[in-house]
Every structure is written in structure tokens, then in C-alpha cells.
């Protein structure tokens, strides 16, 4: 059975940094595409970044380009989401989600919402002063 799990979510100030973590079971995380994805109170959730497989190309939504950065350990089935220069803007609730009925799918992007059929139960950020 497919699990994922986030954690590192918290409070920090404008400018301040935090580290999701996605722990996951059930699949082999280096053959499907897995992704980060939030939602602001009151707004539609959107990507923030995926891995896509084989080749392992990080996609970024514009707005977090440069600020954060996705990363995967496979031995530890744990993938990262480093977040630095947060802004008010990015607070939200953080998912892990991942696409597990397709090995190797070919979808890429971030806004997959929609083929990703495997999700956490999210984990809050929020930026304030």
C-alpha cells in the first residue's frame, strides 16, 4: 500500500527557510513521478515542483525558481523540499503527492494535480511577520 507522509512544516518569518520532508512506502520512488504541491486558504492548489523519471528533471513553478529546491534520496525513500526567501505569499498547506499507476510516465510539469494519484495529508507552512 502506497503511503506518503510530510513533515518540517512550521512558522517562520518573511525571508526565513524551512525543509519538507515526503517519507514514502509502497513503490519504488526513482520510477514514478512524485511532486510537491500547496494551497492557500481560499485558492485552488497548485504545483511547486516534481521529479520526473528516468532521467530525474526537476520542474519548478516560476514563482519559487531560485528559491527553492526539490530533492530525492532513494535509499532513504524520502524526498525534500528546501525552502529559502520565504515570502507571505507561500503560505499554504505543502503536499506530497505522487503518480503511481504508470512507470516512467511521460507527463511533465508542475501543475499535475490532476494524474497524481497518491497523496499525503499535507503539512503547514506559514510565513508571517
Known amino acids: 500500500q502506497v503511503h506518503l507522509v510530510e513533515s518540517g512544516g512550521g512558522s517562520v518569518q518573511p525571508g526565513g527557510s524551512l525543509r519538507l520532508s515526503c517519507t514514502t512506502s509502497?513503490?519504488?520512488?526513482?520510477?514514478?513521478?512524485i511532486g510537491w504541491f500547496r494551497q492557500a486558504q481560499g485558492k485552488e492548489r497548485e504545483g511547486v515542483s516534481a521529479?520526473?523519471?528516468?532521467?530525474?528533471?526537476?520542474y519548478y513553478r516560476d514563482s519559487v525558481k531560485g528559491r527553492f529546491t526539490m530533492s530525492k534520496d532513494s535509499a532513504k525513500n524520502t524526498v525534500y523540499l528546501e525552502m529559502n526567501s520565504l515570502k507571505p505569499e507561500d503560505t499554504g498547506v505543502y503536499y506530497c503527492?505522487?503518480?503511481?499507476?504508470?512507470?516512467?510516465?511521460?507527463?511533465?510539469?508542475?501543475?499535475?494535480?490532476?494524474?497524481?494519484?497518491?497523496w499525503g495529508k499535507g503539512t503547514l507552512v506559514t510565513v508571517s511577520s
Open positions: 509502497g513503490f519504488t520512488l526513482d520510477l514514478y513521478v
Open positions: 521529479i520526473s523519471p528516468p532521467d530525474g528533471t526537476i
Open positions: 503527492a505522487a503518480q503511481t499507476s504508470t512507470p516512467f510516465s511521460t507527463i511533465r510539469g508542475v501543475d499535475l494535480m490532476q494524474y497524481m494519484d497518491s
